[in-house]
């Protein structure tokens, strides 16, 4: 008798320590998943500001990164096209040339 239940406690800490193994790596998993999805959020914000930067000029840029439309007189819309992409709206002053951010969001498929 004893030694059945010895056996069902060395079981349960088996157990044990097999669902703490699992729990660590998808801590991990975890982890990195966060850490690339934050990597490429800021990819897709840089080169929405480079196209942003280049707006009033656009042969100055060389490979873009974004898709460039315009939206009605004086506003644009940026959306990159890295993953995940996002769209940004911005208005330009005729007179000073100066870009202004509406609004932004990311665009989903």
């Known amino acids: 008798m004893i030694l059945a239940w010895v056996i069902s406690l060395l079981l349960l800490c088996t157990s044990l320590v097999m669902y703490l193994e699992r729990l660590t790596v998808l801590g991990i998993i975890e982890a990195n998943t966060i850490e690339l999805a934050q990597n490429r959020f800021i990819e897709a914000e840089h080169s929405v500001l480079e196209c942003e930067h280049h707006l009033t000029n656009l042969s100055a840029l060389e490979s ?3 898709n460039i439309q315009s939206v009605g007189k004086n506003y644009w819309r940026i959306t990159s096209k890295t993953k995940p992409a996002i ?23």
Request: aromatic share 8%.
């Open 64 to 66: 873009p990164n974004c």
């Open 87 to 109: 769209e940004v709206h911005v208005s330009v002053d005729e007179k000073t040339g100066l870009i202004k951010r509406i609004n932004w969001r990311q665009a989903f498929e």
